[in-house]
């Protein structure tokens, strides 16, 4: 047969038999494709709404901290509570995805009320038990009051307040540490008039807010698990803060395959090749990293808003004095923290950029809802994760001994005695 007969043969078995099999072999499976492709486009909707619809059922609550007059521990005590807040669990699978638990989250907040400075922290009422025991054991004589929460007497109005609002992120990787008190020397406890706090001149820009100006900074928090999505895969999951840093300690220390160890090459007793040439600065960046993914570690966003009426406002003293102070963690070497440029304010620069100041006033209406709520890490603010381990986070948040001298910084006029008997559970 010639072989333009076959071919010919085969155009027409193929447009009598096979095409119509296919057609109906592919309308036939149409409906699971369709239910398939649904649920990949409305899962992430779906798990938002159960979340969603959790959180108003949840009753929360804002307490306050005020100091005792003769504050002497270094930031390693707020670690240790920072450690007790330390919960991963998010439940069952049908718990997750029927119901919305999540695993539980807290809020940091640092503020400052027309110069009067105050320590915060928002969190769920069931949870306020084991936070405040965890508080009264590493300060004994810190006062622990339920308040109501200062965001709700703020409300926009563009015609009476202003709003400079920010969301921060790392300069380097995650893996990378900030500097932190061990850093500074504060894990030796040295005495008050030779330590060395990196959080002191942020609280003595608190303290110069003035009248008719609030400056409100927020760090949510919660405890940091394997749960991130691989790139390039669907469904796979890891840690990868870890396997950042771990891969990075390989890269300075020229280990390629840590699986494999040849003779000569990985020294038997660290498992790390057997380097000589490398420099003092390398075997600094390793140890930092090494140390930092150590310890245990929470998924971390820091927000700030400066609030002032208009005939006050003034963006170079509320943002400056934010971000500028904020640089006190930074090292060239290993971390920083900078303001998120794809966030609210930072985006308008030009004054043709926003007509009639539109999406100025529509980024502080959602900055300031944002912070209302504390939502970070689940729908509807999401901002950007950073992880931090508790060292690093204590550094960021701590309650400064009486080296800080600010007059507007309020302590606790005398020693307490122990802790409450009756504590919530």
């Given at each position: 047969m010639p072989l333009s007969q076959t071919f010919a043969y085969l155009v027409q078995d193929f447009q009598t038999n096979l095409l119509p099999q296919s057609i109906q072999f592919a309308i036939a499976l149409a409906p699971i494709m369709l239910m398939v492709l649904l649920a990949v486009i409305f899962w992430e909707l779906w798990v938002d709404y159960v979340q969603g619809k959790n959180f108003l059922g949840i009753k929360y609550t804002v307490l306050e901290l005020k100091l005792p007059k003769d504050t002497f521990k270094s930031p390693l005590a707020m670690e240790s509570v920072l450690i007790s807040l330390h919960n991963t669990s998010n439940g069952s699978e049908y718990a997750q995805y029927w119901k919305g638990e999540t695993r539980p989250w807290y809020s940091l907040e640092l503020v400052s009320i027309e110069g009067q400075i105050k320590f915060f922290i928002w969190t769920e009422d069931i949870r306020k038990g084991g936070l405040m025991s965890a508080l009264y054991s590493q300060y004994p004589g810190i006062e622990i009051t339920e308040r109501e929460d200062y965001t709700r007497s703020v409300h926009y109005d563009p015609k009476e307040i202003r709003i400079w609002a920010a969301e921060f992120k790392f300069t380097k990787p995650d893996y990378y540490p900030i500097k932190t008190y061990v850093d500074y020397g504060l894990d030796k406890d040295p005495k008050e008039e030779f330590k060395i706090d990196p959080l002191l001149p942020l609280i003595e820009f608190l303290g110069s807010v003035g009248p008719n100006q609030q400056v409100w900074i927020q760090i949510p928090i919660r405890a940091h698990m394997d749960d991130q999505k691989v790139p390039g895969h669907l469904f796979k999951h890891a840690d990868l803060w870890k396997e950042g840093a771990q891969k990075e300690i390989d890269k300075i220390l020229l280990i390629k395959d840590r699986k494999t160890k040849v003779?000569?090459?990985?020294?038997?007793?660290?498992?790390?090749?057997?380097?000589?040439?490398?420099?003092?600065?390398?075997?600094?960046?390793?140890?930092?990293?090494?140390?930092?993914?150590?310890?245990?570690?929470?998924?971390?966003?820091?927000?700030?808003?400066?609030?002032?009426?208009?005939?006050?406002?003034?963006?170079?003293?509320?943002?400056?004095?934010?971000?500028?102070?904020?640089?006190?963690?930074?090292?060239?070497?290993?971390?920083?923290?900078?303001?998120?440029?794809?966030?609210?304010?930072?985006?308008?620069?030009?004054?043709?950029?926003?007509?009639?100041?539109?999406?100025?006033?529509?980024?502080?209406?959602?900055?300031?809802?944002?912070?209302?709520?504390?939502?970070?890490?689940?729908?509807?603010?999401?901002?950007?994760?950073?992880?931090?381990?508790?060292?690093?986070?204590?550094?960021v948040y701590h309650f400064p001994g009486s080296v800080a001298q600010t007059p507007s910084l309020e302590r606790v006029p005398s020693k307490k005695g122990q802790a409450p008997s009756n504590l919530p559970v």
């Open positions: 003779a000569g090459e990985i020294n038997p007793d660290t498992g790390y090749a057997r380097i000589p040439t490398i420099s003092d600065p390398e075997k600094v960046l390793v140890e930092s990293i090494g140390r930092s993914i150590s310890k245990l570690a929470f998924d971390c966003g820091i927000r700030a808003l400066y609030i002032g009426k208009k005939d006050v406002f003034s963006t170079p003293f509320g943002a400056g004095g934010i971000i500028g102070n904020l640089k006190q963690f930074t090292t060239e070497n290993l971390n920083g923290i900078k303001q998120n440029s794809k966030k609210w304010h930072l985006r308008l620069g030009d004054p043709w950029l926003d007509y009639k100041n539109y999406r100025r006033n529509r980024y502080s209406r959602i900055a300031l809802m944002a912070y209302k709520r504390r939502s970070y890490f689940y729908a509807p603010f999401k901002g950007k994760i950073m992880v931090m381990n508790t060292e690093e986070l204590a550094t």
